[in-house]
């Protein structure tokens, strides 16, 4: 079976819509030269990701130095998708003063997961990155 | 707002079901200390984890010396959601001639994505973790 489907580049403006969009998206960390893939509730800013976490976590200072993040959304029927990906660099902002800090901690940022997550981080991009897979027609030629 | 939600953990046969049941996974790899995350299709013999790439992707034989694998479903409706993580390490047996790797190359393997997707990769997991959040009532006590 082969397809003709189509695998488009999304815009920045298209990214940028996608992430304020949705509420769960997914961290790529590493830990000891090994990837770890954490689900989290977040809010964007733009191109900005804040989020929240317990503090005992695997989502530290120093395996938040460089992350990815992804959010996407995928349509089985229609065998379709798109996906947004974030390259960029993590911080705490639990406790900063600065006006940014304060300003990204009274994002609306609604976390499903139990109570105790008082740890605040942000992600500023350094790359947006988005695709969009227009499906296509089937054809059963094998 | 608080959450009396609960995260649970998932045991290795409802984790090896739910690996089952997917076809769309997200690949997380580390290239020169960055993590990237890549939505792939997906077929999964137990554990093991087979998916497929086009020749020219970042997916090369370098970057999947360790790897994250992660499945997930979100009910956003329910505040509720799954997700099953495999980490393992990675090797292409596109041209592999032994038992596993031919019978890996015959796993139903429905891919969404343009044509050339010629290079076959498995995961062999080293762990296998999955988490799921049980809603709870909402208190709006604050």
């Given at each position: 079976m082969t397809t003709n489907a189509i695998l488009e580049t999304l815009s920045q403006p298209e990214c940028a819509a996608l992430l304020a969009g949705g509420s769960v998206g997914r961290l790529a960390i590493v830990v000891d030269d090994h990837p770890h893939i954490v689900p989290v509730n977040y809010a964007a800013e733009g191109t900005t990701i804040v989020f929240r976490t317990a503090?005992?976590?695997?989502?530290t200072e120093a395996s938040l130095r460089r992350v990815a993040f992804e959010v996407d959304a995928i349509d089985e029927d229609r065998r379709a998708g798109w996906s947004v990906c974030v390259h960029g660099d993590g911080a705490e902002?639990?406790?900063?003063?600065d006006a940014e800090s304060r300003h990204l901690r009274e994002l609306f940022l609604d976390t499903?997961?139990?109570?105790?997550?008082d740890r605040w981080f942000k992600v500023v991009a350094s790359t947006v990155t988005g695709r969009y897979l227009v499906p296509g027609a089937r054809r059963f030629d094998r």
């Open positions: 503090a005992d976590t695997i989502l902002i639990t406790h900063g003063v499903w997961a139990p109570e105790g997550r």
